[in-house]
């Protein structure tokens, strides 16, 4: 048996991962970013292969990620996980909470404590995520302030879904922990993907409205 639930459990940093092709800039949200050696220094990211940002690093091998801290807001998450950057300009209006990093990749600024860009040395394949590595080509301290964890960011940062009024008939509905997408319907498909940030079943939780 495995309970889903189980994996709730780890401990997960959260992202915003760029990349650039061309002209066009873009970005979405990750949790999985780790260093895997020192010397080389290297890096791991695994990325969803239905995110934008997948086919631009694949294309061009070159990303940032920039680390989210404490404080980082819900507007940063709804900016580039709630969007997709094929049909949107995720940086319009946003200038002044940016910059461009030696390897020409845009980094966030904005309630984030580090970033740290990387070239690629290797992609492998893992069914709908593709895991990088990459070699560590820039990496600076941008604040002191402590990164944003999984549990922090249910716990202070997203939104929680608000209560029906107690005199209303409530019906079941599934909540996307992640982006706050809600799927109707009860019980939730095993298989379901959330369509905006592209998490699995396992991370909506069932609320009655």
Same mark, same amino acid.
């Given at each position: /048996?495995?309970?889903?639930?189980?994996? *709730?459990?780890?401990?997960?940093g959260?992202?915003?991962?760029? &990349?650039k092709? +061309? %002209?066009k800039?873009?970005?979405c949200?990750i949790?999985?970013? &780790? *260093?895997?050696t020192v010397d080389?220094?290297?890096?791991s990211?695994?990325?969803?292969?239905a995110?934008?940002?997948?086919d /631009?690093i694949l294309? =061009?091998?070159?990303?940032?990620v920039?680390?989210?801290s404490e404080k980082?807001t819900?507007?940063?998450?709804?900016?580039? +996980?709630?969007?997709? +950057?094929?049909?949107t300009?995720?940086f319009? +209006?946003?200038?002044a909470n940016?910059k461009?990093?030696?390897n020409g990749v845009?980094?966030?600024? %904005?309630?984030?404590n580090?970033?740290?860009?990387?070239?690629v040395?290797?992609?492998?394949?893992?069914g =709908?995520?593709t895991?990088?590595? &990459?070699e560590? =080509?820039?990496? %600076?301290v941008?604040?002191?302030?402590p990164?944003a964890?999984y549990?922090?960011y249910?716990?202070?940062?997203?939104?929680?879904?608000?209560?029906?009024?107690?005199s209303? %008939?409530?019906?079941?509905?599934w909540? !996307?922990?992640? !982006?706050g997408?809600?799927?109707?319907?009860?019980p939730i498909p095993?298989?379901?993907i !959330?369509?905006?940030c592209?998490?699995?079943?396992s991370d909506f939780?069932?609320?009655e409205r």
């Amino acid at each position: /048996m495995v309970d889903n639930l189980t994996f *709730q459990k780890l401990s997960y940093g959260l992202f915003v991962l760029t &990349a650039k092709d +061309g %002209e066009k800039d873009n970005g979405c949200i990750i949790n999985t970013a &780790a *260093q895997i050696t020192v010397d080389p220094n290297r890096i791991s990211i695994a990325v969803n292969k239905a995110n934008y940002t997948h086919d /631009m690093i694949l294309k =061009t091998g070159v990303f940032s990620v920039s680390i989210l801290s404490e404080k980082a807001t819900f507007d940063i998450f709804k900016r580039f +996980g709630f969007q997709s +950057g094929r049909d949107t300009d995720k940086f319009a +209006g946003y200038e002044a909470n940016v910059k461009r990093g030696e390897n020409g990749v845009l980094y966030v600024t %904005e309630g984030t404590n580090a970033f740290i860009s990387g070239k690629v040395v290797d992609a492998l394949d893992y069914g =709908t995520h593709t895991l990088f590595i &990459a070699e560590v =080509t820039e990496a %600076e301290v941008l604040a002191e302030d402590p990164s944003a964890t999984y549990a922090y960011y249910f716990a202070n940062i997203k939104p929680k879904p608000a209560a029906a009024p107690a005199s209303e %008939e409530k019906k079941v509905v599934w909540v !996307c922990k992640i !982006c706050g997408y809600v799927y109707e319907g009860d019980p939730i498909p095993e298989d379901f993907i !959330c369509p905006l940030c592209k998490h699995p079943a396992s991370d909506f939780e069932r609320v009655e409205r």
